[in-house]
């Protein structure tokens, strides 16, 4: 049964906000109290935290769909709707948060770093707060937005000061085992290591942590053995050791043509060149073992490697190489920025971005793409024909309109908001040339007009153009 699992595809789901609620307030006396629709609770969050006792995503290779829950309607009496509760998913230190085009989002390192892998949808705006001097009492209210739905995929790649890398059977889980508290899987057959493991080593003052990784063989880089699945977990380590058989039965292998092979596969996965090396000749307790270390150090010395003559069962030469490493460690630790922490990729707009475009697809249709059009798409209830209005003001103020028309597009051509398989499609009815603006404000309610002085006229002609103004660059929080 698999209890280690380094890589999962997860699909996360914010939850949808509440839809506003349209309400006027009602007593004795006064039928038209005003509007009092409260707005829509915000959906929740699915939020990755990274927790440092959870080693493995196993829980998410046998769950792997997650949903945050939605947030509550609106009521009357400007009661607004509960938010939904955020879905918080711990991983693993070390954790890659990627797209499933192989993107990185996210690089989560360090206990208690989050990342907000999917958002809940906003809540809708009640009547109460549409609102304003011109629009005294909407009766129609926006509906909340869905929550994103993404397919994220996770890759584990552990946080290790040191790695141990060989062929199989060379003795790495020999080592770690004596070195650190760890107790891995021993045996006396290949690929003993299906996991690799983490040990925690002190020397002297130096507290630092090795992992064991699975063995590697020729082709590993290309998928051969296990060496592909595990080759991630040696990237964030500080220095390499490369764990040499003396004492192999394999008449074809030696320590030299091995270190040769692993070192191939290393320089083809990438990535790895800057990393400091140390070999250890392991198993000198046997004597063929010790005579072939002292016949292969110096060739290895001569190419500029450290070497170390162990012996993991007999316990020798450990206390060297154990003060080496935390030397190693020490030094690239010290020579690292005081705040390396999570890398999440940030994709700034451009400064001279409109927030839409405008596209001619075939000789009469015309589909609007960007953020907020489809957004305001998303929150309008077409069976309100007040609500439907609103949209249209918003529109044209944020000039789809006008960039319609430089287009090309005239009355009755076919207008798409959205992308081609979730768009809503409307003959266009331009408004600018028509004056609208004249016929009559949409979204408005007479009953609470009433004949005023021409200098309030004035006023409050100023102040509607003011509110126009607040309501698209501030009020309007979409």
Not at 311 to 330: M, N, T, W, Y
């Amino acid at each position: 049964m698999t209890t280690f699992v380094d890589r999962v595809e997860l699909h996360v789901a914010a939850g949808n906000g509440g839809h506003g609620c349209a309400s006027v307030h009602r007593e004795k006396f006064k039928p038209l109290g005003g509007p009092d629709g409260g707005n829509g609770g915000r959906g929740g969050d699915v939020i990755l935290v990274v927790d440092q006792s959870v080693t493995t995503l196993l829980d998410y290779h046998h769950s792997p769909h997650r949903k945050a829950t939605n947030g509550k309607p609106g009521e009357g009496g400007n009661r607004s709707g509960k938010d939904g509760q955020d879905l918080v998913l711990p991983v693993p230190d070390g954790t890659v948060v990627l797209d499933r085009n192989g993107e990185v989002l996210a690089d989560l390192i360090g206990h208690g770093t989050r990342y907000v892998a999917a958002e809940g949808g906003r809540g809708g705006l009640g009547n109460a707060a549409l609102a304003s001097a011109r629009r005294k009492a909407p009766g129609f209210a926006l509906l909340g937005e869905p929550g994103d739905v993404y397919d994220i995929v996770l890759e584990l790649k552990t946080v290790a000061d040191v790695a141990l890398v060989g062929y199989p059977s060379a003795g790495k889980s020999s080592l770690i085992s004596v070195l650190s508290a760890a107790k891995p899987k021993i045996a006396d057959y290949p690929f003993t290591t299906l996991v690799p493991n983490l040990g925690v080593v002190t020397a002297g003052s130096t507290v630092y942590t090795i992992a064991d990784v699975p063995g590697l063989i020729p082709g590993a880089s290309q998928g051969k053995g296990l060496g592909l699945e595990f080759l991630r977990h040696v990237e964030r380590c500080s220095v390499l050791v490369h764990v040499l058989d003396t004492a192999t039965l394999e008449s074809d292998r030696d320590p030299v043509s091995d270190l040769d092979i692993i070192e191939e596969e290393l320089r083809q996965y990438g990535g790895l060149d800057n990393r400091p090396r140390i070999v250890v000749l392991n198993k000198i307790d046997i004597p063929d073992g010790k005579d072939l270390a002292d016949m292969v150090r110096p060739d290895l010395e001569a190419r500029g490697y450290r070497v170390f003559e162990v012996s993991a069962v007999a316990h020798q030469g450990l206390k060297e190489l154990s003060f080496a490493l935390a030397d190693i460690v020490g030094k690239a630790r010290a020579a690292k920025p005081k705040e390396e922490a999570t890398r999440i990729v940030i994709r700034p707009k451009a400064v001279d971005d409109a927030g839409f475009t405008v596209t001619r697809e075939e000789d009469s249709l015309f589909r609007v793409r960007g953020e907020k059009p489809e957004r305001w798409v998303r929150q309008t209830d077409f069976n309100n024909d007040e609500a439907v209005g609103y949209l249209a003001d918003r529109l044209n103020r944020l000039g789809v309109e006008e960039e319609l028309m430089k287009a090309g597009a005239r009355a009755g051509d076919g207008v798409a908001i959205g992308p081609e398989d979730n768009a809503v499609v409307f003959d266009w009815e331009p408004t600018m040339m028509a004056g609208a603006e004249m016929l009559g404000r949409r979204g408005e309610d007479h009953r609470f007009e009433a004949p005023r002085p021409a200098a309030q006229r004035r006023k409050d002609r100023q102040a509607e153009h003011d509110e126009s103004e607040r309501e698209f660059d501030e009020f309007d929080p979409f």
